[in-house]
């Protein structure tokens, strides 16, 4: 009964390979977003969707692309990884855009690029 | 832009002595603050959240304090157990429900 899932957990791929992080909510929420985690731990977001609509894309490199097929899913496809991609990638949720939700997050997928 | 800054980057006490972590932030503009729990391996689990417009939340041990015009959130733990060791972030929120992350402070609570 997770909330929110994240896979895969471990992701390990060469450079130039394209490959998809998939994330679901079970929470009934209308707002999903992505977040990367560098390897000093500082957590940025890169995109929010509501109701399937991007509501939020913070100069992320256009080889990052996500997709909403419904509100419970937001996938995020990236093209030609590159060695900077390596981090870890956050899912979260929240009720809706309004400011007093909570986010709540996945366990995060561990991206290495080799 | 809003910055966020968690002091210290790493704490380590012995088993119930109270913690205190800090969280300072450039833009008072905001909406509310959160406290967030991150183990090893694991996503992030929300502690706490103080709207704006509230000084302070308590949940048990935890006890956090926001003074939005200086810039400052403290998160407190009482008598302090070995599992409470994680990392702890604060992330404070603007318009749009965009969420800003200090850099976290890594606990550990010797037994």
């Known amino acids: 009964d997770t909330a929110v899932s994240q896979t895969p957990k471990y992701l390990v791929t060469q450079m130039g390979n394209d490959k998809s992080i998939k994330c679901e909510q079970n929470?009934?929420?209308?707002?999903m977003y992505w977040y990367k985690q560098d390897s000093k731990k500082f957590l940025k977001i890169m995109f929010s969707y509501n109701n399937k609509e991007l509501i939020i894309n913070e100069t992320v490199p256009n080889r990052f692309s996500p997709k909403s097929p419904d509100k419970a899913h937001l996938n995020l496809h990236i093209n030609s990884l590159e060695l900077g991609d390596s981090a870890v990638y956050f899912c979260a949720s929240s009720q809706d855009t309004t400011e007093n939700q909570p986010q709540h997050f996945g366990d995060g997928t561990r991206l290495s690029i080799l | 832009k809003q910055e966020v800054t968690q002091i210290p980057a790493a704490l380590s006490v012995p088993e119930g002595e109270n913690l205190v972590l800090n969280c300072s932030f450039t833009?008072?503009?905001?909406?509310?603050l959160q406290w967030f729990r991150q183990d090893p391996g694991k996503g992030l689990t929300s502690l706490l959240l103080?709207?704006?417009?509230?000084r302070e939340q308590t949940s048990g041990r935890l006890n956090a304090s926001l003074d939005k015009s200086s810039g400052r959130s403290t998160l407190y733990i009482a008598a302090s157990q070995p599992g409470d060791s994680a990392t702890y972030l604060c992330a404070v929120r603007a318009a749009g429900n965009k969420l800003t992350f200090g850099g976290g402070t890594r606990v550990l609570v010797k037994p």
């Open positions: 103080i709207q704006s417009s509230q």
């Open positions: 833009d008072s503009a905001i909406y509310n």
């Open positions: 929470l009934g929420h209308d707002t």
